[in-house]
Nanobody, 119 residues
Framework: VQLQASGGGLVQAGGSLRLSCAAS????????MAWFRRAPGKEREFVAS????????SYADSVKGRFTISRDNAKNTVYLQMNSVKPEDTAVYYC?????????????WGQGTQVTVSS
């Protein structure tokens, strides 16, 4: 599946932003989806995931209670609602798709969208 992330930008600390990831193809609902991020000088890290049906989600401790992952299988899109953002949330955010769950790894990746949080 091909993934196209969008919605990044510059936001002030405490503000909100919603990222979107649009997928091509007719099999989106058969993929588990996730968001990862890579901050400058750091390794890529897991942010959140959502299973095929959307009924179960998982979050990194650093974003739990602030970020929400959701999906709309009719629109082939996964979202990341980011609230109460902090400067440490500054990173390039990537969406990823996994054909299996639990996912031994992610099979397809989007190109990334930059999120910058100003203090």
């Amino acid at each position: 599946v091909q993934l196209q992330a969008s919605g990044g930008g510059l936001v002030q600390a405490g503000g909100s932003l919603r990222l979107s990831c649009a997928a091509s193809g007719r099999t989106f609902s058969t993929y588990a989806m996730a968001w990862f991020r890579r901050a400058p000088g750091k390794e890529r890290e897991f942010v959140a995931s959502i299973i095929m049906s959307g009924r179960s989600t998982s979050y990194a401790d650093s974003v739990k209670g602030r970020f929400t992952i959701s999906r709309d299988n009719a629109k082939n899109t996964v979202y990341l609602q980011m609230n109460s953002v902090k400067p440490e949330d500054t990173a390039v955010y990537y969406c990823a798709a996994a054909r299996q769950w639990p996912a031994p790894g992610y099979d397809d990746w989007g190109q990334g969208t930059q999120v910058t949080v100003s203090s």
